[in-house]
């Protein structure tokens, strides 16, 4: 899923204190499974952000909302009646919602209230851990579905570096697992260890955005 953040109350406060109206929208798929943008967060959000400015004597109406999806056109579609008289939008969504609100009601302005972070997984009760770099390029079949790129500090792609503790943690970054340990011991229990003596050629990052904006057009699906 896409792991996201809430913005500081501070960042959105400082967003709506020139508007009067701001529709407030949370997404009840992946921001709301990582407890950053879904509907219990727009109920704590709203309110807050009210507050916030009734403090320095601002009069302002927040029209809370959440959205089965903000990165899919028909789902977006609903907002068009509560934006009417509204002079903003915020988004609890990730920052694609944020985008495709912003392509589909270009008059109205749009503000993110999540700072979106990466592609993960909940590894325990509000815990994330990235799993994905999007990269464009999937050698999960070589490394035994563990990621190099998004879970090795140094995304190499060549067997470990030589700093990993006894603990198996990773010197970079002592907190998390080192992934080329946990490949090791992967290809061990799969019998492929003599797989990880094979070179692995240079990766080519285009797929992953280093060669311009990435976009995927599938014919057989089109009308």
Not at 28 to 42: D, I, K, L, Q
Not at 92 to 113: D, L, N, S, T
Not at 123 to 152: N, Q, S, Y
Not at 190 to 196: A, D, M, N, S
Request: proline share 6%.
């Amino acid at each position: 899923m896409i792991i996201g953040e809430r913005k500081p109350l501070a960042e959105l406060v400082a967003m709506a204190r020139p508007h009067r109206r701001i529709v407030l929208a949370g997404c009840a798929t992946c921001v709301a499974e990582c407890a950053a943008g879904g509907e219990r967060e727009v109920a704590a959000l709203a309110p807050a952000l009210h507050l916030a400015l009734a403090k320095e004597g601002i009069d302002i109406t927040i029209v809370p909302t959440t959205l089965e999806r903000q990165c899919e056109w028909e789902f977006v579609e609903a907002l068009a009646p509560l934006l009417e008289g509204a002079d903003a939008f915020m988004s609890m969504a990730c920052g694609i919602g944020v985008q495709a609100v912003a392509e589909r009601f270009p008059a109205v302005k749009v503000y993110p209230a999540v700072n979106t972070t990466f592609l993960g997984l909940r590894e325990e009760l509000g815990v994330w851990a990235v799993r994905c770099a999007a990269c464009g390029d999937c050698v999960l079949d070589r490394t035994g579905g563990i990621c190099p790129v998004a879970r090795c500090s140094k995304s190499l792609m060549n067997g470990p570096c030589g700093g990993t503790t006894k603990e198996g943690r990773c010197e970079v970054s002592p907190g998390i697992a080192c992934a080329w340990a946990q490949i090791v011991e992967k290809a061990a229990t799969l019998g492929e260890l003599e797989r990880l003596v094979e070179i692995v050629k240079p990766k080519d990052w285009r797929p992953g955005g280093h060669g311009g904006p990435r976009r995927i057009a599938r014919e057989d699906l089109k009308p």
